[in-house]
T-cell receptor, first 113, second 115 residues
Framework: SQTIHQWPATLVQPVGSPLSLECTVEGTSNPNLYWYRQAAGRGLQLLFYSVGIGQISSEVPQNLSASRPQDRQFILSSKKLLLSDSGFYLC????????????FGPGTRLTVT | KNQVEQSPQSLIILEGKNCTLQCNYTVSPFSNLRWYKQDTGRGPVSLTIMTFSENTKSNGRYTATLDADTKQSSLHITASQLSDSASYICVVSLYSGAGSYQLTFGKGTKLSVIP
């Protein structure tokens, strides 16, 4: 069966510090991968999605970036965090090629102080 | 503009009671509609997914309905349990061309079930 992992589970970082969140998927090949952010009291916002290694599409301009160095690994990064980057970050995967079910990871709670 | 509106924003019900959550959307061209349950501090988990041709789908005590003509969906929870306390998110998928699909998320309804 497929499993999606995210780490860390929680993170407190000062403004201006770098960020690296990691997501890995097991039990499937060539998935579509997604990064979402969920701010308090707001809906999920798609940040990035990837249909293959090295292929990243950005949905929202910001100081975040994403990379997919391996088929089942998706990384969300920032060189300098802003207060507004605080939120709940979710990674998700789906089968490629259609409007298939998206399966979400457990999430990372990021607090920028 | 593609939008998904959910109501109510929050709801408190007694354990054992039924409730219905609403979702209205303006997404076009419509591909499918999903309901997710999100426990506090956890990732969303899928409850149901319905295509254009389906007007009802059940998953245990959860029953989703879809009226593609009026662009409305509802999620009915029967005999609520304390574990049903969560946010329920309506998500509509649209076909954005060239084999690509885009999801539009509602802000969710926060349900609290009290003893």
């Amino acid at each position: 069966s497929q499993t999606i992992h995210q780490w860390p589970a929680t993170l407190v970082q000062p403004v201006g510090s770098p960020l690296s969140l990691e997501c890995t998927v097991e039990g499937t090949s060539n998935p579509n991968l997604y990064w979402y952010r969920q701010a308090a009291g707001r809906g999920l916002q798609l940040l990035f999605y990837s249909v293959g290694i090295g292929q990243i599409s950005s949905e929202v301009p910001q100081n975040l970036s994403a990379s997919r160095p391996q088929d089942r690994q998706f990384i969300l990064s920032s060189k300098k965090l802003l207060l507004s980057d605080s939120g709940f970050y979710l990674c998700a995967w789906s089968v490629a090629g259609g409007p298939y079910e998206q399966y979400f990871g457990p999430g990372t709670r990021l607090t920028v102080t | 503009k593609n939008q998904v509106e959910q109501s109510p924003q929050s709801l408190i019900i007694l354990e054992g009671k039924n409730c219905t959550l609403q979702c209205n959307y303006t997404v076009s061209p419509f591909s499918n509609l999903r309901w997710y349950k999100q426990d506090t501090g956890r990732g969303p988990v899928s409850l149901t997914i319905m295509t254009f041709s389906e007007n009802t789908k059940s998953n245990g005590r959860y029953t989703a309905t879809l009226d593609a003509d009026t662009k409305q969906s509802s999620l009915h929870i029967t005999a609520s349990q304390l574990s049903d306390s969560a946010s329920y998110i309506c998500v509509v998928s649209l076909y954005s061309g060239a084999g690509s699909y885009q999801l539009t998320f509602g802000k969710g309804t926060k349900l609290s079930v009290i003893p």
